[in-house]
């Protein structure tokens, strides 16, 4: 009975966390450039008993571990909204942000200028050009941005837009909710990478994949809490019987 609660503990947990996962994503359906996350889980085999004596061998236990989350980084759906600060990338690469912590990188183009004339996130980042920061005088207008990046005003051009890739996607970690920080170190995006200006990218969760994941994660949460239930239910009436001595 002890086994059955413990594989079932171990499996609840698991769940737990993939309920975690599904609700973020969830929550994130209309965050630009969010990317979805993913769970991946693995069989662990407790080893057999060290007394290996016993009439019939113990059979291994197998528990559900969880390994590792993952992000899908997917192209989401490219919205026009016609804003001059809203950019929208098509092809693989991140936009570069200035934080405190260093470089991070995003795919949510939603800027806007801020009041020193800088060109920043919505969180008030700075997003950077191939030679740092973006900034605007109060009288320059006509901002445009082509597909190359290249930044133009009424006082010409002011630099362009720096788009980062990454070689190896898997060493890219989440720093918020659309900024990732990298282990590695990014190479210039190429020519088959555009920037569009007036659009933003949207998140790529799927909402209808992920409701019915959520009902489904949801169903077999409550299966082995009940299944824990019966464990626990047939145990206490082990022991009233076991106690019940007879007069």
Do not use: C
């Given at each position: 009975?002890?086994?059955?609660?413990?594989?079932?503990?171990?499996?609840?947990?698991?769940?737990?966390?993939?309920?975690?996962?599904?609700?973020?994503?969830?929550?994130?359906?209309?965050?630009?450039?969010?990317?979805?996350?993913?769970?991946?889980?693995?069989?662990?085999?407790?080893?057999?008993?060290?007394?290996?004596?016993f009439?019939?061998?113990?059979?291994?236990?197998?528990?559900?571990?969880?390994?590792?989350?993952?992000?899908?980084?997917?192209?989401?759906?490219?919205?026009?909204?016609?804003?001059?600060?809203?950019?929208?990338?098509?092809?693989?690469?991140?936009?570069v942000?200035?934080?405190?912590?260093?470089?991070?990188?995003?795919?949510?183009g939603a800027?806007?200028?801020?009041?020193?004339?800088e060109?920043?996130?919505?969180?008030?980042?700075?997003?950077?050009?191939?030679?740092?920061?973006?900034?605007?005088?109060?009288?320059?207008?006509?901002?445009?941005?082509?597909?190359?990046?290249?930044?133009?005003?009424?006082?010409?051009?002011?630099?362009?837009?720096?788009?980062?890739?990454?070689?190896?996607?898997?060493?890219?970690?989440?720093?918020?909710?659309?900024?990732?920080?990298?282990?590695?170190?990014?190479?210039?995006?190429?020519?088959?990478?555009?920037?569009?200006?007036?659009?933003?990218?949207?998140?790529?969760?799927?909402?209808?994949?992920?409701?019915?994941?959520?009902?489904?994660?949801?169903r077999?949460?409550?299966?082995?809490?009940?299944?824990?239930?019966?464990?626990?239910?047939?145990?206490?009436?082990?022991?009233?019987?076991?106690?019940?001595?007879?007069?």
């Amino acid at each position: 009975m002890e086994n059955a609660a413990l594989v079932g503990l171990s499996r609840q947990i698991a769940l737990r966390r993939e309920l975690d996962v599904i609700a973020n994503n969830v929550a994130n359906m209309n965050t630009s450039g969010f990317k979805a996350e993913e769970m991946v889980f693995n069989e662990y085999l407790m080893p057999t008993a060290r007394a290996d004596t016993f009439p019939r061998p113990d059979r291994r236990l197998s528990f559900v571990e969880d390994r590792a989350t993952w992000h899908d980084f997917s192209e989401g759906a490219v919205q026009t909204t016609g804003g001059e600060t809203d950019l929208a990338l098509a092809g693989d690469g991140f936009f570069v942000i200035e934080t405190p912590g260093g470089e991070r990188y995003t795919r949510n183009g939603a800027f806007q200028i801020n009041a020193a004339g800088e060109l920043v996130t919505s969180e008030g980042r700075r997003v950077l050009s191939t030679s740092g920061p973006i900034q605007f005088a109060p009288t320059e207008t006509g901002l445009t941005i082509g597909k190359d990046g290249m930044i133009a005003t009424s006082e010409g051009v002011r630099g362009r837009i720096r788009v980062a890739r990454f070689e190896d996607m898997a060493g890219l970690e989440k720093d918020g909710t659309s900024l990732f920080r990298a282990s590695g170190t990014p190479v210039e995006a190429g020519p088959a990478t555009r920037v569009l200006q007036g659009a933003v990218e949207k998140s790529n969760v799927k909402p209808v994949l992920e409701m019915s994941r959520l009902v489904e994660v949801s169903r077999s949460y409550s299966s082995i809490a009940s299944l824990l239930d019966k464990q626990d239910e047939l145990r206490r009436s082990a022991i009233e019987r076991l106690a019940d001595v007879p007069a």
